[in-house]
């Protein structure tokens, strides 16, 4: 496998510099609308079947090549976040307010390198299905694309998506079968009392008092309504209410993150959190909005998929440097309404942990969802390699 890692290596540059390019000009979900452009212009060139406009802003690319019955599919994400980058080299953001602090731009590189490579050296035998999918952070474009008919018309056999992750060395791989991310979910709790004057409090229904005893009340629910083998988040955060000290609101907000890695536990979260915050508030007289948003489902993984993916990886860099199965990750990740309608699996590259990279220099270990994040570019080839090596052998060539 160190000849196919060589090989994409050798065209990592061209790739890096699409990387940055991304990078430079990123864009937010459902507007992805120079990336998605890129990224068909490219795959056209290189002979693949282009189709723009799947999830909004998507782009499919399928290439079928001998008898092979089997159909694989591979995603990446193209939308970047609404945070303003703190990075000063070259290719930083160019857009106020928007960076690439995720590593799509990444993930789409990396997938593009793959792809290229593919069309002109693959060797396989069935049908590659490309999907660069937008949306990713928040706004479900996994969802969407699945609405519009993604896998009627693009029928997989297997799905596989992969996502970098700092403070893991770099190049190495890490996955999970069964639950590897959590779910993600948002309620939106209005309390609804009667506000006055703050000398006369006895003349009101404090909505502030209500909202800090269901703050610590909310605390409960992870520590004894849920077995404490099962991982479950809720988090408070925000409260909002009131502008002046002198005067009680009649209203106050909260909003919470809660997630889960297991579905039936995610089932229970929802249904204490609507009869605590109820009961809590109307032990203050006080009326509970409860507004529950079920966002992300939780990414499970099938094992058969991720026994596979696991074995072409250890056979592209070794044991030592494939971790399986890895600890679950409490972020969550639209690629699971895909993993919900296809067995496959959803894996990790390691971004860097400050130890030294390929090239001899410490890699970067900042977290995604920061200002300072940058991806990896020794992951372009590494990534794309991996991608490579897992289509040859889904679709071996007889």
Known sequence: MSTLIDALYAQADEFIAIRRDIHSEPELGFEEFRTSDLVAEKLLAWGYK??????????????????????????????????????????????????????????????????HYLAKSGRFSGTLNLIFQPAEEGQGGAARMLR????????????????????????????????AMASSDEVIITLHGTGGHGAYPHRTTDSIVAASSIVMALQTIVSRNIDPLDMA??????????????????????KLSVRALNREVRDKLEARIRALVTAQAESYGVRAEI????????????????????????????????????????GSEDFAFMLEKLPGCYLFIGNGDGSPGIDGKPTNPCMVHNPGYDFNDANIGMGSAFWVALVQRYLAAA
């Open 50 to 115: 282009v189709e723009r406009g799947i999830g909004g802003t998507g782009v499919v690319a399928q290439m079928k090549r001998g008898d092979g019955a089997l159909r694989v599919g591979l995603r990446a994400d193209m939308d970047a976040l609404p945070i303003i980058e703190a990075n000063t080299f070259g290719y930083s953001s160019r857009r106020k307010g928007v960076m690439h602090a995720c590593g799509h731009d990444g993930h789409t590189a990396m997938l593009l390198a793959a792809a």
């Open 148 to 179: 519009d008919g993604l896998f009627e018309k693009y029928p997989c056999d297997a799905i596989f998506a992969m996502h970098n992750m700092p403070s893991m060395p770099q190049g190495t791989f890490h996955l999970r079968d069964g639950a």
């Open 233 to 254: 988040v809720v988090t408070v955060g925000a409260l909002n209410s009131g502008i002046a000290n002198n005067v009680i609101p009649a209203t106050a907000q909260l």
């Open 291 to 330: 507004v529950y948003n079920r966002n992300y489902p939780v990414t499970v993984n099938t094992k058969a998929e991720t026994d596979f993916a696991a074995s072409v990886a250890r056979d592209l860099v070794g044991d030592a440097r494939v971790t399986y199965p890895c600890v679950p990750i409490t």
